[in-house]
C-alpha cells in the first residue's frame, strides 16, 4: 500500500502549556493548538492524561471529558467544532 494513502495512526500523545502533541505510528509529530480544543484547553493535566487511543490509533477519545479527536482530521486541518463558535 502506498503510505501516502495510510490512515495517520496516533503512537503517543502528550501536552506542553499550549499545544496537544501526537506521534504518530511512521514516527511524525504533530503539534495542535489547545485553543482549537476548548474541554481539552480548560482541563487539568490530570484531565488531559486520561484518555484513550482508539480506532487503532484513529481516534483520541477522554471519556470524563466527553471529548473525541479524529487523528486524520488533525492532519487534514481540520480544528474542533466549538473551536469556530468561541
Known sequence: ??????????RRIWFDDENLWVEL????????PLTYF??????????????????????LHWDALD????VP???AGVAHQAAAAT
Do not use: F, H, W
Open 38 to 59: 476548548p474541554k481539552l484547553l480548560k482541563a487539568s493535566l490530570e484531565q488531559r492524561t486520561c484518555y484513550e487511543i482508539s480506532g487503532g490509533g484513529t481516534g
Open 67 to 70: 471529548e473525541d479527536i479524529s
Open 1 to 10: 500500500m502506498n503510505a501516502s494513502r495510510e490512515v495517520p495512526r496516533a
Open 25 to 32: 505510528m511512521d514516527s511524525r509529530q504533530l503539534g495542535v
Open 73 to 75: 482530521g488533525l492532519l
